[in-house]
């Protein structure tokens, strides 16, 4: 299933969909400049850590941690503790620290917050679908996005996560469409195993956030790759 990346890299005319639904992290917010923030204050503070490793060598333990740019809070902690055994955090403690300063350091993409209100401003159709519970809300509301979008489902609170098929009929349903309209919804996001694998098997078109990452071999490409919302054309 290999195929040319570059060729499949264009701009995408909105005005060619009647609904679009945008994943949340590392789509609309920058969750890997946060998630660099957070880890390089971790190794600041851990000497267990920053006595063996550069900083730059931390962030790359970290990253390994985290494939397909999500990260398991209970597995990166128990990964961390078998390696570095003296490090002086609870568990709880380290969730604590995580979720705190991520709150503290998320941004939006720089333009992210015109870029929604010039969707508004034009009657675009379209929502928000992230996995996560009411830490995600929190995210959203922490970033200015509150109120930059027609619907926001977050999995948890929903009831079922992307990749399953229920969180794609509720955002076809919230997008107020119906069946016939299944391949004019375009669902953007970044995770190849989430967000495209699942919208998909649904039958929406899908747009992937690369990141400077190849698209992995074994699945079928997405519709379109682009870097960013940016090649979104309004």
Not at 11 to 29: C, E, P, Q, V, Y
Not at 92 to 113: A, C, D, R, S, W
Not at 204 to 209: G, R
């Amino acid at each position: 299933k290999g195929f040319n990346t570059n060729r499949m890299m264009k701009k995408i005319k909105i005005s060619n969909f009647k609904g679009l639904a945008f994943d949340l992290d590392d789509t609309l917010i920058d969750r890997e400049t946060a998630f660099n923030k957070i880890f390089k204050i971790f190794h600041k503070n851990q000497k267990a850590i920053n006595k063996k490793f550069t900083e730059k060598e931390t962030l790359k333990i970290f990253w390994d941690l985290c494939p397909n740019n999500s990260i398991d809070i209970s597995y990166c902690f128990e990964t961390l503790k078998k390696k570095f055994p003296k490090i002086n955090i609870s568990l709880e403690n380290f969730y604590k620290f995580y979720y705190e300063t991520f709150l503290k350091v998320i941004k939006p993409h720089k333009g992210v917050i015109e870029f929604l209100d010039k969707l508004i401003e034009k009657n675009v159709n379209f929502g928000i679908v992230t996995n996560g519970n009411d830490y995600q809300l929190k995210k959203i509301e922490t970033t200015g996005l509150k109120n930059k979008y027609n619907f926001v489902i977050a999995s948890e609170i929903f009831g079922h996560s992307k990749p399953k098929i229920e969180i794609f009929q509720e955002t076809l349903r919230l997008l107020k469409l119906n069946t016939v309209d299944i391949n004019k919804v375009l669902f953007i996001g970044d995770n190849p195993y989430t967000d495209i694998i699942g919208a998909q098997e649904y039958g929406f078109k899908t747009a992937w956030i690369r990141m400077r990452r190849n698209y992995p071999k074994k699945l079928d490409p997405p519709d379109y790759i682009i870097d960013s919302y940016r090649d979104l054309l309004i």
